[in-house]
């Protein structure tokens, strides 16, 4: 039955972020004049319908997306009203709407979450005494607005520095505000050899998740995989993330072996890993990743920070994925989002209705805002290929004809289909193994 549940809500929730995208084009359309054949609800064959000012509007059978579907949009003749006869600021204004209108949606799922729970505001919750951070002048209190010049408004954006650019040895530079004054310092990591296996999990998981497991580690070595769950290290059970640093900090990793039971998609499997010797290097402070309430002027600010912060995670999770440190197999497509989704939903369930709805809501916040990033993309057949055909227009001064456009996005979609089928197969796989 929970299954069930899981991939409703994920339906919902992508029906949702391709609705307001295709919303975005149709009302700009409307706008600059452009003739809007059909506005649908949904997918496939038609229930039922109305026409309203030259435009069917239809509810169509599946309930999940919907389309915008505009007078000669695809075709390359001319006529009064159709989309190829307006200028082509008007046209490209049509196209990023629909990315632009999820970004809106992302503003505004923020304002509830952050209006109910409030912000991780990116101050020192605590420094070590002693430490080359401490030693540089950094104190507990100090508000921190850019890491490593990165601007920074709350801890998670720290955090996807350190993910992005993990500390290497290389100086650490630190912009922070302190009694109003701006100060910015620079100092060494603090460095230590120790063994570990190489995981990433959040303390506060309801259930030990690891979160990341970089290659090369132990724990990979290991055939450990993120999004495993950790219940069961040398005999003793792990059931959440506190568990899990409990254990590790009262049973420091040396050169024995360790064994440890991972469950993967509900079955249980048992790994010997044998921790690696590795230098760690330390920024020397924490930050803070609570959440406190915000003023009504606040709650919109940092509602607005929290689209930039999930639009810099995925761009950042492009560049990494170009450069080689995120591996293909880490990437998810539809079934491995409805597979987050439904472990997400089944993993806060039992915390009560509020935190399930909100973490539903993150989850729609950050999918949205992948929508509105990816389909800007300058590749072919999607919003951000059509705009950069238009700016090709704009500099060459004439149109592109519509068979070489027509053939462009052909080929592109082509690409993206087999592109799909490797994610589908890839989810597939992972959640099989």
């Known amino acids: 039955m929970s299954n069930i549940i899981s991939i409703i809500i994920a339906l919902i929730i992508f029906s949702v972020l391709v609705l307001i995208h295709e919303f975005g084009h149709f009302i700009v359309a409307k706008k600059n004049g452009i003739v809007v054949n059909e506005f649908s609800i949904g997918m496939g ?108 408004s709350v801890g ?18 630190v912009t922070f505000v302190r009694d109003g004054k701006k100060q910015t310092i620079s100092y060494a990591p603090d460095s230590e050899e120790r063994y570990i296996v190489g995981i990433s999990y959040y303390e506060t ?47 420091p990793f040396g050169k024995e072996e360790i064994n440890i039971t991972v469950k993967r ?73 409805v597979n987050v989704i439904g472990d997400t939903y089944n993993q806060t369930k039992s915390e009560g209705f509020m935190v399930t709805l909100f973490t539903m809501i993150n989850m729609a916040i950050m999918l949205s805002a992948n929508l509105g990033v990816m389909n ?9 290929g059509r705009l950069f055909l238009y700016i090709v227009e704009l500099i060459i001064r004439r149109p592109i004809p519509k068979d070489k456009e027509g053939m462009i996005h052909f080929i592109g979609f082509i690409l993206l289909m087999v592109l799909m089928v490797f994610l589908i197969f890839n989810d597939i796989r992972k959640i099989i193994l």
């Not at 998670?156 to 530079?173: F, H, K, M, T």
């Not at 044998?274 to 009504?296: C, E, I, W």
Request: hydrophobic share 40%; net charge negative.
């Open 45 to 152: 064959p038609r229930i039922c319908s109305f026409e309203k000012g030259g435009t069917k509007y239809s509810i169509k059978c599946l309930p999940f997306g919907g389309s915008c579907a505009m007078l000669g949009e695809d075709e390359d003749t001319v006529v009064e009203g159709s989309f190829n006869s307006k200028s082509v600021w008007a046209r490209m204004a049509v196209v990023f709407a629909g990315p632009f209108f999820n970004f809106i949606l992302a503003f505004l799922l923020a304002l509830i979450v952050i209006g109910y729970n409030g912000v991780d505001i990116s101050y020192v919750s605590k420094v070590t005494e002693g430490s080359n951070a401490y030693e540089a002048g950094l104190r507990q209190g100090d508000r921190i607005t850019k890491y490593n010049g990165a601007t920074v």
């Open 205 to 251: 998981d309801p259930k030990a998740t690891i979160s990341s497991v970089p290659e090369g580690s132990a724990m990979d070595q290991a055939g450990v995989v993120a999004g495993d769950e950790v219940v069961e290290i040398n005999g003793t059970k792990i059931s959440t993330g506190k568990d899990l640093k409990e254990y590790i900090d009262a049973h």
């Open 265 to 337: 998609n509900n079955k249980e499997k048992k790994v010997v890993v044998v921790p690696q010797m590795t230098k760690l290097y330390s920024s020397g402070f924490v930050y803070n990743l609570a959440r406190d309430k915000q003023s009504v002027g606040g709650v919109l600010k940092y509602s607005l920070v929290e689209v930039r912060y999930e639009i810099n995670t995925v761009l950042k999770s492009l560049k990494m994925l170009v450069t080689g440190k995120v591996s293909a197999n880490e990437v998810s497509g539809p079934v491995g989002i």
């Open 376 to 384: 800007l993309l300058p590749i072919p057949a999607l919003d951000g």
């Open 156 to 173: 998670r954006e720290i955090y996807l520095e350190d993910y992005v650019s993990p500390l290497d040895g290389s100086d650490i530079s």
